[in-house]
């Protein structure tokens, strides 16, 4: 006998389920994170002062503890500096580096660059020294400088700079704007000297607001030239490198002014810098690409990914727009607002100190070397240590040999363009 199960009965009515899924929601994309620091603004650039009110001095350190420095970050120097700086940016946007004609140029400019033209040639007395293939920096940069030293005052009396006091206290900032002559190091402190030259010479009315952009164009730029043969001549160190976290080994501006000059440019983006091509074509007027070439050709590893991967970073911009407000952040952040950097920032009479900041002693010398050759770091507390010139501390890290200097010596050794090998420091 078959037995049947009877089937269960469906309701006429069946409720709905759909209640117990859950809501679909349109995926909508997430805004773009805003950076927590403000656009710095270009305060109004003061007119130099009267002659007659300047008393020359030699100048001398005076950030020697955190609290001389905010001192600075609140004082008028502070805002004339960052102006400074800020204006030559702006005279330079969207202006190619070839717009700059010979027939343009100011006579005081002229002979600025016949400075550095006389200051190059210099090199060919003072060969570096074999140093049996070392990376770190060569001894005989020292006796350069010393070179140095017999010709600036006539530098500056060419330049229009006849009073004694006067050129002292100039030159002080020209002898500080390539490299540390105790540590053998050049860094964005010394790239800011020679802007504080420039500084001076406008604060005495001998360069004028006309000449800004030939500043920047021609004789910024032949500067930077100049400190490249001397980077790759003695090999100078680079002083405070983060190593491949850092934007560059020894410079700065030229990214900030660099991204000026490219603000609007109608064709060329921020993801130029990883095209060769693109950077030996248009290098040449535009100091961004320019820079980033030159850290392409001394570096061992192909790519700024591996390199130089905060410039791969910012290669992802946008537009050149955020990459100059993100420059200008960073040269307040990273070089003024940085108390390793400013510690030897030197303040005289057209660079003035503000009240109630620190006096350097008197046997410390310029830029903190004593007679004996040694060297009064000032810590993050305020607090001072020596290093002697023969050794670092411990309490510094380690010398950071160059890597240009890396390639260099392997060329040497392999002949030609020879392919480098890594370096652990890179």
């Known amino acids: 006998m078959e037995h049947y199960t009877a089937s269960p009965q469906i309701p006429n009515n069946p409720s709905n389920p759909s209640h117990k899924l859950p809501r679909l929601t349109p995926r909508r994309r997430q805004p773009t994170p805003q950076n927590p ?29 955190p609290t001389d420095h905010t001192l600075f970050l609140e004082s ?59 990376r770190f920096g060569n001894p005989r940069f020292r006796d350069y400088l010393d070179g140095l030293g017999t010709k600036h005052a006539a530098w500056h009396k060419s330049l229009g700079v006849s009073d004694p006091a006067a050129i002292e206290e100039l030159s002080t900032y020209f002898m500080q704007s ?25 604060q005495l009315s001998i360069l004028k607001r006309a000449d800004f952009p030939a500043l920047v164009l021609r004789i910024f730029t032949r500067y930077l030239k100049f400190m490249r043969l001397i980077q790759l001549t003695y090999y100078l160190e680079p002083a405070g490198s983060h190593g491949v976290w850092g934007l560059d080994d020894y410079q700065f501006l030229p990214f900030l002014f660099g991204s000026s000059q490219l603000l609007h440019h109608p064709y060329l983006r921020p993801r130029v ?97 004593s007679p004996e ?14 290093h002697t010139a023969s050794s670092w501390g411990d309490c510094c890290g380690i010398k950071v040999p160059s890597s240009i200097g890396a390639a260099q010596e392997m060329k040497k050794r392999m002949g030609g363009d020879a392919g480098l090998r890594r370096v652990p420091f890179d």
């Not at 270009?42 to 020697?64: D, G, M, V």
């Not at 050759?373 to 020596?386: F, R």
């Open 178 to 202: 390539f490299g540390n002559r105790t540590r053998i190091d050049y860094g964005s402190g010394h790239e800011l000297n020679f802007m504080l030259w420039l500084l001076c010479l406008y």
């Open 273 to 369: 810098v990883n095209q060769q091509l693109e950077l030996d074509e248009y290098g040449r007027d535009y100091m961004y690409l320019d820079q980033v070439a030159f850290v392409n050709s001394v570096k061992n590893v192909e790519g700024l990914r591996w390199h130089s991967p905060m410039l791969d970073d910012i290669s992802a911009s946008k537009s050149w727009e955020k990459v100059y407000q993100g420059m200008k952040r960073m040269f307040v952040k990273e070089v003024l607002g940085k108390l390793p950097v400013m510690q030897h920032f030197l303040f005289g009479s057209l660079i003035a100190a503000e009240e109630g900041m620190g006096e350097e002693q008197e046997s410390e010398g310029q830029d903190g070397e």
């Open 37 to 65: 620091l403000p656009v710095p603004e270009t305060p109004e650039l003061a007119q130099p002062p009267a002659s007659n009110s300047i008393t020359f001095s030699h100048p001398r350190r005076r950030i020697l503890s």
């Open 76 to 134: 008028p120097t502070y805002k004339l500096v960052l102006s400074f700086i800020f204006t030559l940016a702006e005279s330079v946007t969207d202006t190619p580096t070839s717009a700059i004609k010979d027939s343009d140029l100011s006579p005081t400019v002229q002979q600025i660059l016949t400075v550095l033209e006389d200051s190059e040639c210099l090199l060919a007395e003072y060969i570096p020294k074999d140093q049996g293939g070392s």
């Open 373 to 386: 050759g040694e060297e009064v770091i000032v810590m993050k507390d305020g607090m001072k240590h020596v």
